[in-house]
């Protein structure tokens, strides 16, 4: 360690003659070898000399006084704000309200370990979604590469008079891909500096740390205050190709479109929240029903009566089952409202104190109006809608099927395409059977997918989070604190999860459940869990009061 110490200095050469230094004044900042030493202390110099090793030249840095440069500063003056010397104490500073100089130090150091604290905690954040985008980038072109092959596949349907029609396509998804690696190679890059950065920030910080330089460490202060860190994240739309009803006369009118390229803004500033509180109450050792509701809901095809449910702000759950009704109970059990819609209560959700459902005979999402009117909000295209929620953005997420694709997509109220989840980073799907579908308290965006028999979380960027296996046709909902709540209708029970998808237990109340498949939170401690083939809806409390 010490030889590569001595090779480093020998590059380092003397301020006066070029030679390899050998010492260093503090006073002057000066380079110096061996002979040049006596030369320079014979320069005057109104702060003196102080010549030390070049090796130790910054081992107890300190700070001399502006008004006696031939002292260090011992003190700090408030009044002033000022570093000063034992001299300036008794005289020009007397009055003055006087600090010692560690204090001082120890005061400025608290404040840059506070802000490289919070550099170094977004540290983890960034290199998470600079992984993300690596491997994205990797993956665009395979992922364009299907994107082609659909084009193709649709082309093939055709007669050749769509040759050009197709090629004119495929420019543009070549084009839109070299765009795309584009913005995320400027991305990566941007990643990396500051990542780079924060180290350089850091590095400074442990300096120092050892450092008796105020005048330095305050200088520093402002910089690494206005060092800034990434608070949101451009995220870009894949591409999707939207498919045109033939026309012979209109071929590339009906033949289809490529979905442009999307910048959307998203927040990294994560959500805190804390599990504290339902751990100090506990969970009840034998969860109980504390109410029961006969919903009435006749049985369909599949002898299937209650399907979804979602609860209102003052504690109201509406219910949705096999017939075109949605009914609205109070938690006794007592049926206070009922309004006709345009298909089965599949799945609901509430957006702004309204019930949303999905109408899957025309891929629509529909809102009951203050006057019970049926209004349509938005259409999903040729991509079949199944479970909604609102998410706290005010957007409204929407898991959607076509053929053998399923994704879920974030819409604006009315209709407009904010996000687009389909993928993983290495350009594989996500999902088998996007079913159900809710939002954690820390952004989580949670599906329950049924021919996987599990839930699968992305976080509020898309990215991968987790999955956990071992439920089947069910639901999903989330308490205030982030525990994922499940039914397990061929398990009989309820799966209760932490907010990084860990198993925490099973809810099995007294009197047992059959069947659970829709279920939600209606308060903290309780949930209604709805027994999908008996039509019976179970408030269950499972935790201490």
């Not at 017939?323 to 059990?333: C, H, I, N, P, T």
């Not at 089965?344 to 899957?360: A, E, F, P, S």
Request: charged content about 25%.
């Amino acid at each position: 360690m010490m030889a590569s110490r001595d090779e480093a200095q020998h590059l380092v050469e003397c301020g006066l003659c070029q030679q390899p230094v050998s010492f260093f004044c503090r006073r002057c900042g000066v380079n110096l070898c061996d002979p040049c030493v006596p030369i320079h202390l014979r320069v005057k110099s109104k702060n003196g000399h102080d010549i030390v090793d070049y090796t130790s030249k910054d081992d107890g840095d300190t700070c001399h006084c502006d008004s006696h440069p031939q002292n260090e500063c011992s003190a700090y003056c408030k009044t002033c704000d000022a570093p000063i010397c034992i001299l300036c104490v008794s005289i020009k500073h007397k009055s003055h309200e006087i600090s010692e100089l560690s204090d001082k130090i120890q005061e400025l150091l608290k404040v840059i370990t506070r802000e490289n604290d919070r550099l170094q905690s977004s540290k983890h954040e960034l290199e998470r979604v600079l992984d993300h985008t690596t491997k994205l980038l990797s993956s665009i072109p395979s992922i364009y590469k299907k994107k082609k092959d659909e084009v193709t596949a649709r082309g093939e349907e055709w007669h050749k008079q769509i040759e050009e029609t197709v090629k004119k396509l495929h420019q543009e998804l070549d084009d839109m891909q070299k765009e795309h690696e584009a913005v995320l190679q400027k991305q990566k890059k941007e990643f990396e500096e500051l990542i780079e950065k924060v180290n350089e920030m850091n590095g400074k910080t442990i300096k120092l740390q050892k450092s008796k330089n105020v005048t330095e460490i305050q200088t520093f202060i402002p910089v690494i205050e206005k060092q800034e860190t990434l608070s949101e994240f451009s995220q870009y739309s894949l591409p999707t190709f939207f498919e045109c009803k033939i026309d012979e006369h209109y071929l590339q009118t009906y033949f289809g479109y490529i979905d442009k390229m999307q910048e959307r803004k998203t927040s990294l500033i994560e959500k805190k929240f804390k599990e504290t509180d339902f751990l100090v109450r506990g969970i009840l050792a034998v969860p109980m029903v504390t109410s029961v509701i006969d919903t009435g809901f006749p049985a369909g095809e599949k002898k299937n009566r209650l399907f979804d449910m979602a609860v209102t702000d003052d504690n109201k759950v509406w219910m949705g089952g096999a017939s075109r009704e949605l009914k609205l109970f109070d938690l006794q059990g007592h049926l206070h409202h009922t309004v006709s819609i345009t298909n089965t209560g599949m799945y609901l959700c509430m957006y702004n104190k309204r019930v949303v459902y999905i109408d899957q005979s025309d891929n629509t999402v529909r809102m009951i109006s203050d006057t019970d009117n049926v209004v349509t909000m938005f259409t999903t295209g040729d991509w079949q809608p199944y479970g909604v929620t609102s998410a706290a953005s005010g957007d409204i997420l929407v898991g959607l099927r076509k053929d053998d694709q399923y994704k879920v997509v974030r819409y604006s109220s009315t209709g407009t395409v904010l996000q687009d989840i389909q993928y993983d980073s290495q350009g594989q799907p996500l999902y088998k059977d996007a079913t159900h579908i809710t939002e954690n308290v820390n952004g989580d965006i949670i599906v329950t997918d049924w021919k996987e028999n599990a839930v699968i979380a992305v976080d509020s960027l898309g990215i991968f989070r987790y999955s956990y296996s071992g439920v089947k046709y069910s639901a999903v909902t989330t308490d205030s604190v982030g525990h994922v709540i499940v039914p397990d209708f061929l398990g009989n029970k309820i799966h209760m999860l932490n907010s990084d998808g860990r198993f925490m237990m099973y809810i099995i109340p007294d009197g047992e459940i059959h069947r659970p498949r829709a279920v939600c939170i209606i308060g903290h401690g309780e949930m209604m869990v709805g027994e999908c083939l008996t039509g019976i809806a179970k408030r269950i409390k499972y935790l201490e009061d």
